[in-house]
């Protein structure tokens, strides 16, 4: 029988509850969490846990994960420990505790399909947004410094997994960045409400970066400056605008569909 954590004063534990509260505390312990079987499961999958912490009132549910926790420690949490470690409303007894990637790594090679995120604060967006990219094989994400951290808890619900497959990278000068890449020879794409129509476009260049900006105020003007090809999306109905993650979900399948032509 192994031995079960039972005090919130456990060293491990005060590192553990403090990733939920902020991106800071992330980076500086260099972890975070994957709460839930799914989340869990697919930090297994791709071999990006250091531990699995399972409730142990959920010991017989989940021991298929803990057998297959190669590499990752295995402990098992009261109660009260582990309820104080959960975001969700309902907690499912398991968590995976991952390393944090380095986002300021060297930019992944031969990555072609770029999204690049402006400013977007609302976690729930984020999230969305990796998840449309690792289901559309896009292969980087880009972020300025105001964008929400995709490794927070509600961000981390909303891309189902899709963190754990889609690198990201953040900069302070993201207009900058996307400079570089222009140079690169990438498209720069940019939504502008006076911009070409989106169906009426030219084909884009096989090395594409799709930028989605703030919720509220759209692209900042130093990306915007950036961009190679700005399109508007059509507004038929009564609505002014849509959601940044959907907005982006329709471009990243619209350009995926005309390489794929």
């Excluded at 007894?93 to 992944?108: L, R, T």
């Excluded at 964008?147 to 900058?176: E, N």
Aim: proline letters at 4%.
């Amino acid at each position: 029988m192994s031995e079960v954590i039972t005090s919130l004063q456990n060293p491990q534990v005060k590192i553990w509850r403090g990733l939920n509260k902020s991106r800071a505390q992330r980076v500086e312990s260099g972890l975070f969490l994957a709460e839930g079987e799914h989340m869990a499961g697919e930090a297994l999958k791709e071999q990006k846990a250091r531990a699995l912490l399972i409730a142990d009132s959920a010991r017989d549910k989940y021991c298929a994960l803990a057998e297959n926790a190669k590499g990752a420690s295995v402990y098992y949490l009261a109660g009260h420990v582990m309820a104080a470690l959960c975001d969700a409303k309902t907690p499912q007894g398991v968590i995976a505790v991952c390393d944090y990637p380095e986002e300021c790594a060297e930019f992944p090679r031969n990555a072609s399909l770029l999204v690049a995120l402006d400013g977007v604060q609302d976690p729930g967006n984020v999230g969305t947004v990796i998840r449309t990219m690792d289901a559309a094989g896009y292969h980087c994400l880009l972020m300025d410094e105001k964008t929400a951290d995709p490794y927070g808890p509600k961000a981390m619900r909303a891309s189902m997994g899709g963190v754990f497959r889609v690198p990201a990278r953040r900069y302070a000068d993201l207009a900058g960045q996307l400079r570089l890449l222009a140079g690169q020879g990438y498209e720069i794409v940019a939504g502008d409400l006076h911009g070409e129509p989106f169906y009426r476009r030219r084909k884009a260049k096989d090395k594409l970066c799709v930028v989605i900006g703030n919720e509220g105020q759209g692209v900042s003007p130093a990306v915007f400056a950036e961009s190679t090809m700005r399109l508007k999306l059509p507004m038929a109905g009564g609505a002014e605008s849509l959601n940044a993650a959907v907005a982006g979900a329709i471009m990243m399948y619209d350009f995926l569909r005309e390489r794929m032509a």
